[in-house]
């Protein structure tokens, strides 16, 4: 897939569940997901979702790009949809007409600026005295945290596969038997003698 081309991966009837249970009943969970994560490879249709197809999650929706803002509507925890705006100019930059992430000033600097996809801020910047079209998925690095939509700087938004912690072991066990032989009790010392009593 060339990489100024970004599609929206949902497979009809995706579902993966996640479950964390910890040792507090009340603190456990499921999530439930609909639409695969970033690198995970989609068990209905078998491709690997990458960044360019990565759209903003479902709790966003009508999203606008005015002059230099994007604007959503976001669904919050409570159920009401709230107007969100985020100034563009403040995160993304220009360079080799290329958008870029952790830049300034670059939505502001192209010219004919729409939304591909729901989610991919593309436009004309100048190169070397010519026009030349320049795409970015927003949804790679902004999302809604606490009420406001901001900028990821180091890590893509959405999901991060983490890799599980190994469970404990439990304290004070001995080693598997390799055959049906008892052990020696560990560390205990040699039988007195009576001549040394």
């Known amino acids: ?8 991966h949902k497979c ?11 040792p507090d009943a009340f603190r456990n969970t499921v999530v439930v997901y609909r639409e695969p994560s970033l690198n995970e490879r989609c068990v209905l249709c078998g491709r690997v ?9 479902l709790t966003i929706s009508d999203v606008r790009i005015i002059l230099s803002n994007v604007v959503v509507k976001y669904r919050n925890a409570s159920g009401q949809v709230v107007p969100l705006t985020m100034n563009l100019d403040t995160c993304i930059g220009a360079a080799n ?6 830049g300034t000033r670059g939505v502001s600097s192209a010219k004919n ?9 593309s436009g004309n910047l100048m190169h070397n005295g010519q026009m030349k079209l320049a795409q970015i998925n927003l949804a790679t690095n902004i999302e809604v945290r606490n009420g406001r939509l901001v900028y990821i700087s180091d890590e893509p938004a959405h999901f991060q596969a983490r890799e599980p912690s190994p469970p404990p072991s439990p304290p004070n ?6 055959d049906s032989r008892a052990p020696s009790p ?3 010392p040699p039988p007195l003698s009576n001549s040394l009593l």
């Open 97 to 102: 007409g290329k958008f870029q992430w952790g």
């Open 113 to 121: 600026i729409t939304l591909v996809n729901g989610s991919v801020l």
């Open 12 to 22: 009809k009837g995706y579902r993966r569940e996640e479950i964390t249970l910890t």
């Open 186 to 188: 560990p560390n205990t």
């Open 1 to 8: 897939m060339s990489s100024t081309r970004a599609l929206v």
């Open 49 to 57: 979702v990458t960044m360019d197809e990565r759209p903003f999650p």
């Open 173 to 178: 066990t001995l080693p598997p038997l390799s």
